[in-house]
């Protein structure tokens, strides 16, 4: 899947894309001296994951995801110790615990338990679509923003009969191994923030002639993708 976003970029997914040019720089600097055999490139490379750490505290920094940059910083720290010996297993060798989620995830739809739920109101409430697809049609007419989970499934997002009042809306993404496909009036402003992780973030959506109603889309997509498409929408 590709990744494309609006020209206009948010100050935080600058510094994300500074850190990674510097990484990518700093590595081919690296293999070049250790094939000059100036120096052996990997006690150096052993550090890559602080790069996980840096993006991690970008993102806390600039109030992103929180979610997503404390598991970036987790799983850095922990990938550093490994590298350098603190701790004998890696990260990656708790993927199982992936295959016991899963599990669990039709255990409980066999038993009648539906994982979709919603908590709390405005932007702090969670959608998750695990195992299934949700479909929802928001019409608030004060949009604030929601977040958004699709683990292994995916949520259908319908703003189209949505209004933002006040300020902009902020919505929350976070797809693993699923999507999120978010429907938006045409006049509303797009700001992207959605960071791919072998997967694809796209936005298909026109820039807005003028600053009006802003609706930022903040989180991850691993191994999924998180799509935002124009649909007609109300007009004022």
Avoid: H
Avoid at 21 to 41: K, Q, R, Y
Avoid at 110 to 123: C, H, L, Q, R
Avoid at 144 to 163: H, K, N, Q, W
Avoid at 207 to 223: H, T
Wanted: glycine share 12%; with cysteine; net charge neutral.
């Amino acid at each position: 899947m590709e990744s494309r976003a609006i020209d206009s970029q948010p100050p935080v997914q600058g510094g994300i894309r500074l850190l990674i040019g510097v990484f990518i720089t700093a590595v081919g600097i690296l293999l070049s001296l250790d094939n000059l055999d100036v120096l052996d490139a990997d006690q150096y490379l052993a550090w890559w994951p602080l790069l996980l750490i840096a993006i991690g505290v970008v993102k806390l920094v600039n109030d992103g995801n929180r979610i997503l940059a404390v598991a970036l910083i987790v799983a850095g720290s922990w990938i550093t110790a490994y590298n350098l010996g603190y701790v004998r297993f890696t990260i990656f060798d708790l993927w199982p615990l992936i295959l016991i989620g899963v599990g669990l995830g039709f255990v409980a739809r066999a038993v009648g338990w539906k994982p979709e739920v919603n908590i709390g109101s405005g932007s702090s409430s969670t959608t998750w679509g695990i195992l299934s697809v949700r479909k929802i049609r928001e019409t608030s007419r004060d949009f604030s923003g929601r977040r958004y989970v699709a683990f292994m499934g995916g949520c259908e997002i319908d703003l189209t009969d949505a209004d933002i009042a006040t300020g902009p809306a902020t919505i929350e993404t976070i797809a693993v191994w699923g999507g999120i496909e978010i429907l938006v009036p045409y006049e509303w402003e797009i700001v992207g923030e959605v960071v791919p992780v072998m997967g694809g973030f796209e936005v298909k959506v026109r820039p807005a002639a003028s600053k009006g109603k802003q609706l930022i889309v903040r989180g991850a997509a691993i191994m999924g993708g998180v799509d935002i498409k124009a649909a007609p929408g109300r007009v004022s």
